[in-house]
T-cell receptor, first 111, second 114 residues
Framework: DAKTTQPNSMESNEEEPVHLPCNHS???????IHWYRQLPSQGPEYVIH???SNVNNRMASLAIAEDRKSSTLILHRATLRDAAVYYC????????????FGSGTKLNVKP | DTEVTQTPKHLVMGMTNKKSLKCEQH?????MYWYKQKAKKPPELMFV???????INESVPSRFSPECPNSSLLNLHLHALQPEDSALYLC?????????????FGPGTRLTVT
């Protein structure tokens, strides 16, 4: 199964943009890139997903490299409530039953 | 209603006890999942149900027994657990198993085995 690599931790100032990177050099052409986050003492929460094109929703933007070997989750204005562990996950179109979380990036947001 | 509920929130059990965890969703989702999460680690997939049938068992020991009585309910029956089974047990559901579907997670049951 394709794996993801993320920095262990990142820090941001409140109301500034945050770019969370993810490397997935063994991604296949049919793997979707998903992002979830887990706030303290809560279950994971869906953030965004994409295949090839950049994606935007009310929570975040997902920028996918042209060769798809990396992607970046963008939080446009970090708030204290965005402090969480962010997981980048690959889900195969033909092996979609499996859903493996990577090690995740712990985001700390400073006021 | 986009909520997945799990009961109980906390559970303490001895190694000889039998207990069950319960998960419920009313979003009409046809795929449901159990995950195990140890402290400061990512969740690990245990079981997947699709249309009330067991689709995936990630080589989980038989002391964990899942059950899907109907499309809204998912149970995890526990028997003869070990202290290393202490963890947060998360339930999730999704509209389908496809790669484009997002999963909705419950808050989890924190299990302590003594």
């Amino acid at each position: 199964d394709a794996k993801t690599t993320q920095p262990n931790s990142m820090e941001s100032n409140e109301e500034e943009p945050v770019h969370l990177p993810c490397n997935h050099s063994t991604i296949s052409g049919t793997d979707y890139i998903h992002w979830y986050r887990q706030l303290p003492s809560q279950g994971p929460e869906y953030v965004i997903h994409g295949l090839t094109s950049n994606v935007n929703n009310r929570m975040a933007s997902l920028a996918i490299a042209e060769d798809r070997k990396s992607s970046t989750l963008i939080l446009h204005r970090a708030t204290l409530r965005d402090a969480a562990v962010y997981y980048c996950i690959l889900r195969g179109l033909y092996n979609f039953n499996k859903f493996y979380f990577g090690s995740g990036t712990k985001l700390n947001v400073k006021p | 209603d986009t909520e997945v509920t799990q009961t109980p929130k906390h559970l303490v059990m001895g190694m000889t006890n039998k207990k069950s965890l319960k998960c419920e969703q009313h979003m009409g989702h046809r795929a449901m999942y159990w995950y195990k999460q140890k402290a400061k680690k990512p969740p690990e997939l245990m079981f997947v149900y699709s249309y009330e049938k067991l689709s995936i068992n990630e080589s989980v020991p038989s002391r964990f027994s899942p059950e899907c009585p109907n499309s809204s309910l998912l149970n995890l029956h526990l028997h003869a657990l070990q202290p290393e089974d202490s963890a947060l047990y998360l339930c999730a559901s999704s509209q389908g198993q496809g790669a484009t579907y997002e999963q909705y997670f419950g808050p989890g049951t924190r299990l302590t085995v003594t």
